[in-house]
């Protein structure tokens, strides 16, 4: 599996991003995804994840209410929304497919200005 990151980038506080994955995969994409993000000198943290079937969701506490996850198996893409945007938003954003072992994108900048 490889994931291909595109979105991100630069709005001010209280604006929106959307960040896209593309998953090249020969398979039906039975596996968990979705969204990591890490900040200078933070570690890395689960932002959303979208279960296998889509069905299962997980929000950090932080982002619910303001950020989505959706998947489209056909196109074999995942989403994140991301409306209300604070400066602590401002990370390298990264596409991750629970595969064995993980498989993780390139990373995508989001940058929040107050």
């Known amino acids: 599996v490889q994931l291909v990151e595109s979105g991100g980038g630069l709005v001010q506080a209280g604006g929106s991003l959307n960040v896209s994955c593309v998953a090249f995969d020969d398979g039906s994409m039975v596996y968990d995804m979705g969204w990591y993000r890490q900040s200078p000198g933070k570690g890395r943290e689960a932002v959303a994840i979208s279960g296998w079937d889509g069905e299962r969701i997980i929000y950090l506490d932080s982002v619910k209410g303001r950020f989505t996850i959706s998947r489209d198996f056909t196109k074999k893409t995942v989403h994140l929304q991301m409306n209300s945007l604070e400066p602590e938003g401002t990370a390298t954003y990264y596409c991750?497919?629970?595969?064995?072992?993980?498989?993780w994108g390139q990373g995508i900048q989001v940058a929040v200005s107050s």
């Open positions: 991750c497919a629970d595969t064995s072992p993980r498989t």
